[in-house]
């Protein structure tokens, strides 16, 4: 490749040049640590930079256990790995499909890291049968894990909702249980395993939601009852909501006529209703149609009594995948844990369990340093869970272990916008402009660095 004059050719250069194409690029390390992440990519795997850039792809995406990534081969193998399809999860949990190109790449013969070039053929695969995982496992209230007291009351809502043959909407945060409710719902109406079928909103367009409720009505057939979830109603359009509406309507008044219905919908929101509607993301005739029976699964921190819970059953259910035999967590990690606010839900402390779980060696207490070095900058102190602000803070403190200087650095920077934030009265741009870069770069690294951003 000829290389322009000049200093230009930096890796903000190139990464804004490959934001223009039209294919989602991908580029790692020697380690396997994303460098360089496109546009095209950032929107087939639904993923922003914050949550992937200097990460390892394994603490970000999970591949079934006979598969490894592309990218992965190509660095070991330090050959091209090309067309392969590759089924994978992001870490909110969500299925991606992509078909790959992926070339290792060289400098002074040695392979200094690989650069994939995916295709989305996700959304041709949108309608899935079953779990996410394609397995005949659903969930069922038998085995939720989880008893405080606002667990209880949703249990008893679903109960009763899988009674009667009305449509259910489930609204709650991103990654609090809204896929593994429906399941149970599916599972207590004594649905068949192979029946869960689910849509996922995000992405779709007008064509391909007709198309894959085509494919949904093709494949039910009339002989099975099968429950059609419908995830992320926030996300379809305006227009589609339309359509949807439309469609629950002729659904409700069908059962009113014949009182047993084809299918049962489930539909899922993850924003507040009175929200969605009043910033225009959702149809009020939408909502008004489909929440006849609604069900409200509660956040984390809303009962953070279920995380040791959780994490003994996340413990168990790796021990099994990964064939350990982790016995649990420190006492200081449930203290850690249930002193964060767990903006992910349940997805996130699955991924922080796994990860952990993952750093392991022959231990068998998961301990404050097994976590994922992400998770742990978020706790200078492990009885802390807020950046530190007061600036001798993040200096050298006696009787405290050094930190890496990247740790430090990280914090350095997060100190010195929370303060320039202050400084500014919180005015983004002013700020953005007293440090010298844009406001975009500013936003990112308020994200990055969860810098809060309000008094
Ligand atoms: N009670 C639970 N016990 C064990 N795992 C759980 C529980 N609740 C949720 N999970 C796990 O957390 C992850 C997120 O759950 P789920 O997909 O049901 O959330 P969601 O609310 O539908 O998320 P999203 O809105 O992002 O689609 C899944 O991997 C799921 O298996």
């Known amino acids: 490749m000829a290389m322009p004059k000049g200093n230009f050719l930096d890796i903000h250069f190139v990464s804004q040049a490959l934001d223009y194409i039209q294919q989602g690029i991908h580029v790692v390390d020697t380690h396997g640590r994303t460098v360089l992440y496109n546009q095209k990519m950032r929107v087939m795997e639904s993923m922003e930079d914050i949550d992937i850039l200097d990460k390892r792809l394994l603490e970000v995406f999970k591949f079934f256990p006979d598969e490894n990534s592309t990218l992965l081969q190509a660095l070991t193998l330090k050959e091209p790995i090309l067309n392969i399809k590759q089924t994978y999860f992001n870490v909110h949990g969500q299925e991606i499909t992509t078909l790959n190109n992926t070339y290792p790449i060289w400098s ?37 894990t989880g008893s405080s007291p606002l667990i209880e009351d949703m249990i008893f809502a679903g109960k009763q909702a899988s009674n009667t043959k009305s449509m259910i909407l489930l609204t709650g945060e991103a990654g609090s249980g809204k896929e593994r409710l429906a399941q149970c719902i599916h599972v207590e109406r004594g649905l068949g395993v192979h029946t869960f079928y689910s849509i996922d909103c995000r992405a779709l367009t007008d064509d391909r939601f007709n198309e894959l409720l085509n494919e949904y009505n093709d494949k039910k057939g009339r002989r099975e009852l099968s429950t059609l979830f419908i995830d992320h109603i926030e996300s379809l359009d305006l227009s589609l909501q339309k359509q949807l509406t439309d469609l629950l309507a002729d659904w409700k008044a069908t059962l009113r006529i014949t009182n047993s219905p084809l299918y049962y919908p489930i539909l899922t929101l993850s924003e507040d209703p009175v929200d969605a509607i009043q910033s225009g993301k959702l149809d009020k005739d939408l909502y008004y149609t489909m929440s006849e029976i609604t069900i409200f699964v509660p956040s984390l921190r809303n009962r953070k009594k279920d995380i040791p819970e959780l994490v003994t059953y996340f413990i168990d259910d790796f021990n099994s995948r990964f064939q350990t035999n982790i016995q649990g967590v420190t006492e200081e990690i449930i203290k850690l844990f249930s002193s964060y606010d767990w903006p992910g839900n349940v997805r996130e402390l699955e991924h922080v369990m796994e990860a952990s779980m993952f750093a392991m060696g022959q231990e068998t207490l998961l301990s404050f340093t097994h976590l994922p070095h992400y998770f742990r900058l978020k706790f200078d102190d492990p009885m802390a869970s807020k950046p530190a602000l007061d600036s001798s803070a993040f200096m050298i403190r006696e009787g405290k272990a050094l930190q890496t200087l990247d740790a430090f650095l990280r914090e350095a920077e997060s100190y010195y916008i929370q303060k320039s934030l202050q400084y500014h009265d919180y005015n983004v741009t002013k700020t953005a402009d007293a440090l010298g870069m844009s406001r975009q770069n500013l936003q990112y690294r308020l994200k990055k660095n969860n810098v809060i951003r309000k008094k």
């Open 108 to 144: 002074k013969g040695e392979v200094v890291g690989a650069i994939e070039i995916a295709q989305d053929v996700s959304s041709r695969e949108q309608l899935r049968i079953n779990s996410a995982s394609g397995t005949a496992e659903l969930s069922s209230f038998d085995h939720w």
